[in-house]
Structures are given as structure tokens and as C-alpha cells.
């Protein structure tokens, strides 16, 4: 991705459906046994990925403009291969799927983002107090449920993908699940209005208690997905960062206001409708108050890394707490190349503002990262180099489309051998 930096941003656009949402409801839909229809869906390679699974596993899955199809009348297998479930994080939450409507799934450990360690112990340990029983053989994992049986399932920490998986296997089980110390995202509550309009009984999502009450098989439905709350704050910190006034649909404000109070405090003006949020900036910003990444609904750690390289020119200081993974700050030494200075120590960033940043050649380490890697491009003076872009391409459907759309001067080229 080639980065003029030094253009203001002005315009209006739709913010893409949540990848967050789409993945786990994709999963979602093999509890059904008939078609489901995603709408407002983008075409992501995670996404991708998700329809890869489920065409492995026997479904059909097909596109009709924005829309996605999946129907899963047949699966007719109950394993996913080592070389899909590496590509994603997210391929572990079609566990909790495959079991509900098969009673047994074989899976290996899913791949990712390498922000650090991601266990997914907690998913295996809801999944067991439903009755599964998981042998882990040679990095296989071998899980075998004939019957799941409704729990109190308490999570210790309010993980996303958990509280998702036990959410999917309670749904096959018989009688009642309760998941307390749920995450509360609100991709989790997509998940529940998505299950909920395939006749299912979930309450309680975007709350600390979840309840499911098992029924199966499930019907098909319509589902529209919210918008990506992620990819939001990345063009609103993009906007900031380069000046403008740029108005989002699509999206909801109320899922966004720890990204927009900082962004406010450092010096923008929000506006925000239930229909859209409009910010204005005249790309001088300020450092803000500490920003530290918490569960929702806290400020999103996804939102980290494109906030602070909307600070890196602000007058003043910001400090970075990262509290979610230990090894989310792989974008700063690229920041760096680019003449930033942003001081790490452990889960702490200290972001000095300066007076510009030069464009370089940098590389995206993975998907948050390298969307920062374009918000400071955007600012910075001369033309940036964004290398390794596959890594965006797993999260935003056109980032570079949607910047230029903005009034942003970026493009796409072929990668040589030398940038992969
Ligand atoms: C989801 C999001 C991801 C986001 C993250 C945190 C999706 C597809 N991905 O990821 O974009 O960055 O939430 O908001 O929705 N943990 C354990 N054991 C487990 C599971 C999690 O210790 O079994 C820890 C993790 O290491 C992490 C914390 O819990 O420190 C939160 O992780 P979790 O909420 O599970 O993140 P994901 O669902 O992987």
C-alpha cells in the first residue's frame, strides 16, 4: 500500500458489516439446518476463511451481491484441517458449532494475530461443564458430547471467543445455561439477535449474565449485521490525524465512545446521531488522559494501535496501557521508521508527540498494526511504504478504497519478492 501523506479527509461513508460479528455467526449458522442469510456482509480473507470451513465441513456457501448464503442443511463432517484452522483465530469458535449439531468435532489449535499467548483453555472448560469431553492428541484436539447438558458456567475472564463458543454449544444442549462473567462486546449481542431470529432462546448478551435455553435443530434467517466498530475508529483516527471533516454510517456511536471521548479530548469535534458520526479536525491534536485497553465496555484493544498513530504528532504526551495481550505493540518500531517517538516499557507505551513524521518503508505485523501503519502515512510527509498488507486484508474489505474515497492519495500495487 503506497501512503501520500499530508491530504485532509473529507466525505461520507458506509462502515463495512463487524468482522467480530460475521465470524462467530457464520459458525452460528450450522445450528441451522436450512439457508441463512448475512447481509451487509464484507468480503474479508477471515471471512473468506469462515465459507472455506464451511464448504470443508459440507454446507454451501455463496455470494449474491453484499449478501452471503450459507446453508447448511448437510454437514456432512465434523472435522476441520490443521491448514484452516491455522489461519485464523476465530475457526476455534466453529467448536462449540460443529458439537451442538454433531455431538462430536475434531479441530487443532487455531492460528491468528501473534499478539502473544491466546489459550484457549476457558473455551475447553465451558465447553466440558456441558458435557464434552476433550482429548488432546498430538496437537489434535478430539471432543466427543453424544448429549451436551445445560450449566452454570462462570468464565474467569470475560473472553469474547469463550463466552461465543459456550454460547453455540448451549444452544444443542438440553435445558438451561447460564455464562456469568460473559464479555459483554457487542458483536456478542449480534450473535444473540442473529441466534435468536433462527428460534433460538438466548438472553442476557451484552450483559455480564448470558442465559441459553437449548433447542435444536434450529431454523435459517435474515440477519444484518452492526457495523465494525473497529474499522470506524480507524477512519475516524485516520481523519483526525490528517484533518478534515468526514461523516461514518452505519455504525453505532454508543459501540465507539472511549475511541471518540479521546479523540474529542484530543481535539476534534464528534457528532453523533443514531444515524452517523461526523468529526471534524483541524489535524493539530493534544496528548490525552492514559489510555487503557479493557473488556467492553472499555476502550477496545483492536483500537490501540490506529489511535495512538493519530497521537504520534499531537503536542503533549500520551501513555499507552495494554492490558489485554502482552505483545500488542509490533507496530511501534515500524511508528518508529517513521520518526516517531514512542518510549515502550512491558504493557506501557509513552507516545512523545513530534513535529512530523517522514514517510518510510514499514511493515504491517498484523492486522490493527499495519491499519496504524496507514493512519500515520496519512500524516506523515512524503510517501509511505506499507508492506505485508495480507495482514489488513483480514479485517478491512477495502481499506485502501475507503481512504481514497475520503480524499486519501493511496494505492494498492503488486508485492515484489522483496516485500514478502
Ligand atoms: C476477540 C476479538 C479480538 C479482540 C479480543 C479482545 C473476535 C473474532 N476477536 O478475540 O479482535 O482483540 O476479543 O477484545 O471477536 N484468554 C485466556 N484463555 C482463553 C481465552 C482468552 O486466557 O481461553 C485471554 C486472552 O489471552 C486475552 C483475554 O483473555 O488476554 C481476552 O481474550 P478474548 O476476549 O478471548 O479474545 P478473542 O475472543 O480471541
Not at 434450529?218 to 470506524?232: M, N, Q, W
Not at 493534544?286 to 487503557?292: F, K, L, N, Q
Not at 514499514?362 to 510517501?383: K, M, S
Not at 479485517?395 to 508485492?415: H, N, V
Request: overall charge negative; some cysteine.
Amino acid at each position: 500500500m503506497i501512503v501520500e501523506g499530508g491530504r485532509r479527509l473529507s466525505g461520507q461513508l458506509t462502515v463495512q458489516g463487524a468482522k467480530n460479528s460475521v465470524l462467530p455467526i457464520l459458525a452460528a449458522a450450522l445450528l441451522s439446518e436450512d439457508q441463512c442469510r448475512i447481509q451487509h456482509c464484507p468480503r474479508l480473507r477471515d471471512v473468506e476463511t469462515a465459507v472455506e470451513i464451511l464448504r470443508y465441513l459440507g454446507c454451501e456457501a455463496r455470494w449474491e451481491g453484499q449478501d452471503l448464503l450459507v446453508d447448511a442443511t448437510v454437514v456432512s463432517r465434523c472435522d476441520i484441517p490443521d491448514v484452516l484452522m491455522r489461519k485464523m483465530r476465530s475457526s476455534v469458535i466453529f467448536l462449540g458449532a460443529i458439537l451442538s449439531r454433531c455431538g462430536h468435532a475434531e479441530i487443532s489449535y487455531p492460528g491468528g494475530c501473534e499478539l502473544g499467548p491466546r489459550p484457549i483453555d476457558l473455551h475447553l472448560a465451558a465447553l466440558r461443564s456441558l458435557g464434552a469431553e476433550i482429548r488432546e492428541e498430538g496437537g489434535s484436539l478430539q471432543c466427543s458430547a453424544p448429549r451436551l447438558q445445560g450449566a452454570e458456567i462462570v468464565l474467569s475472564i470475560p473472553s469474547v471467543g469463550a463466552t461465543e463458543n459456550a454460547v453455540l454449544a448451549a444452544c444443542g444442549a438440553e435445558g438451561t445455561t447460564t455464562i456469568s462473567n460473559a464479555a459483554r462486546e457487542p458483536e456478542i449481542a449480534d450473535l444473540q439477535k442473529f441466534l435468536c431470529a433462527m428460534g433460538a432462546s438466548v438472553h442476557g448478551a451484552g450483559s455480564s449474565t448470558v442465559t441459553v435455553v437449548g433447542k435444536k435443530p434450529l431454523h435459517g434467517c435474515d440477519h444484518t449485521l452492526i457495523g465494525d466498530r473497529i474499522v470506524a475508529a480507524t477512519y475516524l483516527s485516520a481523519a483526525a490525524a490528517a484533518g478534515g471533516e468526514i461523516c461514518l454510517k452505519g455504525v453505532d456511536y454508543r459501540h465507539l465512545s472511549t475511541v471518540t471521548t479521546a479523540l474529542q479530548q484530543a481535539g476534534c469535534r464528534i457528532s453523533c446521531s443514531p444515524e452517523s458520526i461526523r468529526l471534524w479536525s483541524n489535524g493539530v491534536l493534544r496528548g490525552v488522559s492514559p489510555i487503557r485497553t479493557s473488556p467492553y465496555p472499555g476502550f477496545p484493544t483492536d483500537a490501540q494501535a490506529e489511535v495512538m498513530a493519530a497521537l504520534l504528532c499531537s503536542r503533549g504526551t500520551t501513555v499507552f496501557v495494554e492490558n489485554m495481550f502482552e505483545n500488542r505493540y509490533r507496530h511501534v518500531p515500524e511508528l518508529q521508521r517513521m520518526g516517531a517517538d514512542v518510549r515502550l516499557e512491558g504493557r506501557v507505551a509513552v507516545v512523545c508527540g513530534v513535529e512530523k513524521l517522514h514517510g518510510a518503508r514499514v511493515h504491517a505485523t498484523d492486522l490493527r498494526g499495519g491499519a496504524a501503519l496507514v493512519v500515520a502515512g496519512l500524516q506523515a510527509e512524503g510517501v509511505t511504504q506499507v508492506t505485508q498488507t495480507h495482514h489488513i486484508d483480514r479485517g478491512y474489505a477495502d481499506l485502501a478504497g475507503d481512504l481514497r474515497s475520503l480524499g486519501a492519495e493511496i494505492r494498492t500495487e503488486e508485492a515484489t519478492d522483496e516485500d514478502t
